[in-house]
């Protein structure tokens, strides 16, 4: 089971032996509501099969269709939901995706994922991540404004002091509370320094092993987790380790304020809101960094917010960047090798929507996307496209 990551999209828009099989579904974090999560995945993944019945041959999808049936009777995975699931599977390809927003109800056979509500969680401009350091672990989380989870840690990353620095600590007779990363008490709570124990008051000590610390943590998550995912990185510590991160961090990702707090000593919701007021400022620079670009570029056709010419440029490799209106849907079909677009009232939008083939299109050709919101977006048509040339 997987965050979706930006890497995530590479994997699912390659192109694959059909049928690709591809199901959404809403869910829900606590009980009673996420007694029906499993039931309506049931029902979904009959669909499903209904659908391979009608052009495969059953044997030949018994193999793909038993890690789809695992997962209905897992009890485990249904009673620690998020508030979105996908989950997609080809004969060489299985993922299971826990989404931090609701997506609504498919079950789609195709020759290719369906890959648009994942599409409009990952491009999403509000989505961050956060590093938490105290004397006991770190751990990582991915947020937005409205919600934060924990991430499983990839294989390599370090999780304690003792993990990154083993038997090598300057001083092996010092106590874990000697490096202050927060104790969870009234000084920590308030981001004072620690107090130092341990033979001798071994400050320095102290200080190297930190450092050498920070270290181990800081290139394996930029590694495994910033540069996959290219979300940016808050830290939340308390005050005296924020310069010291800092100072060793080779992190891109990692932004000049964090939460100075020993994350420990709050609930998970004061953390997200505290993360949001670190992002904020940030998200509403970035959108209008991106709207600025797109006004010079259409001044000097690089850029157009024609649908029709944004597809034609899309086809071709020639979209940068695109902005995409969040919510907004434009049923129609669009041909992927000639660029040309067609309005279809009877098209399904949640499947045959043009703004997110054209995004779709452009992140396949090595362009850029990012969904706005509605009051943010510089158009009234749902799109603006940034030319290379």
């Not at 997962?71 to 995706?97: E, M």
């Not at 020639?318 to 090798?337: H, N, P, T």
Request: charge should be negative.
């Amino acid at each position: 089971m997987d965050e979706p990551v930006n890497d995530s999209l590479k994997e699912i828009l390659a192109r694959r032996e059909p049928p690709c099989l591809s199901l959404y579904q809403p869910t829900h974090r606590t009980y009673p509501e996420n007694r029906q999560d499993a039931i309506r995945y049931g029902n979904l993944l009959k669909k499903i099969e209904e659908s391979l019945q009608q052009h495969h041959a059953a044997r030949d999808m018994a193999p793909l269709l038993k890690r789809f049936r695992a997962l209905a009777d897992d009890v485990d995975f249904w009673n620690y939901t998020l508030d979105g699931l996908a989950v997609l599977g080809a004969r060489d390809f299985f993922k299971i995706f826990r989404l931090q927003r609701p997506v609504p109800e498919l079950a789609i056979v195709a020759d290719s994922f369906h890959a648009k509500p994942l599409l409009r969680i990952l491009q999403s401009a509000e989505r961050y991540q956060m590093l938490a350091v105290t004397q006991d672990e770190i751990k990582l989380y991915q947020g937005t404004r409205d919600a934060l989870d924990e991430v499983d840690l990839a294989d390599g990353v370090p999780r304690t002091l003792t993990d990154a620095l083993g038997e090598e600590l300057t001083d092996p007779r010092l106590t874990a509370s000697s490096y202050g990363m927060g104790s969870g008490g009234p000084s920590a709570s308030r981001g004072e320094p620690g107090m130092y124990h341990g033979h001798g008051g071994k400050k320095d000590e102290v200080d190297i092993d930190r450092e050498r610390f920070f270290r181990a943590v800081d290139r394996p998550i930029l590694e495994h987790h910033s540069r996959p995912s290219g979300l940016p990185l808050i830290l939340a510590a308390l005050t005296e380790h924020h310069a010291a991160f800092h100072k060793v961090s080779h992190n891109p990702f990692l932004m000049a304020d964090g939460i100075r707090i020993n994350p420990d000593a709050v609930t998970l919701d004061e953390l997200r809101a505290r993360a949001w007021r670190v992002v904020e400022p940030e998200y509403h620079a970035r959108l209008a960094r991106l709207v600025e670009e797109f006004g010079s570029a259409r001044a000097h056709d690089l850029g157009s917010d024609d649908l029709a010419a944004a597809a034609k440029a899309a086809a071709t490799g020639k979209v940068a960047k695109l902005l995409v209106e969040a919510g907004r849907q434009i049923a129609g079909r669009f041909d992927r090798a000639t660029g040309d677009i067609a309005r279809d009232r009877l098209a399904d939008p949640e499947v045959d929507d043009l703004l997110d083939d054209l995004a779709e299109t452009t992140l396949a050709m090595g362009g850029e996307v990012v969904v706005v919101p509605p009051d943010k977006m510089p158009t009234t048509t749902g799109v603006a496209a940034i030319y290379r040339y």
